[in-house]
């Protein structure tokens, strides 16, 4: 019979044989959580990369000419008839 520090959980310091042999435990739970935590990051991370929604549909023409409209390249009266004539084709 040992001693109350020979052997059990936390006993044996470097000489004994505690849990994880040579004082290793408190690492060796400290490198799981990390291993662990970092594994659902990347699952987390992952998983929401795939469920981002879809930019929505632009149609080109009003689009372009919205852009125009907005730079000054037409007036206003051209940017009216031009919404018109795509409205009706």
């Known amino acids: 019979m040992r001693g109350m520090y020979g052997y059990g959980f936390t006993g044996g310091g470097l ?3 505690g849990l994880a042999g040579a004082s290793g435990f408190p690492w ?3 490198v799981s959580w990390i291993i662990g935590i970092a594994l659902i ?6 998983g929401l990369r795939t469920y981002r ?4 549909k632009k149609d080109g023409a009003f689009d372009i000419l919205a ?6 390249e037409i007036s206003r ?5 031009t919404t018109d004539f795509l409205k009706k084709n």
Do not use: C, D, N, S
């Not at 990051?41 to 992952?46: A, E, Q």
């Not at 852009?67 to 000054?72: D, E, I, K």
């Not at 009266?77 to 008839?81: G, I, P, T, V």
């Open 15 to 17: 000489t004994g044989a």
């Open 28 to 30: 060796i739970v400290v």
């Open 41 to 46: 990051g990347v699952i987390v991370y992952f």
């Open 53 to 56: 929604p879809a930019a929505p």
């Open 67 to 72: 852009g125009r409209f907005a730079r000054g």
């Open 77 to 81: 009266e051209e940017y009216l008839e």
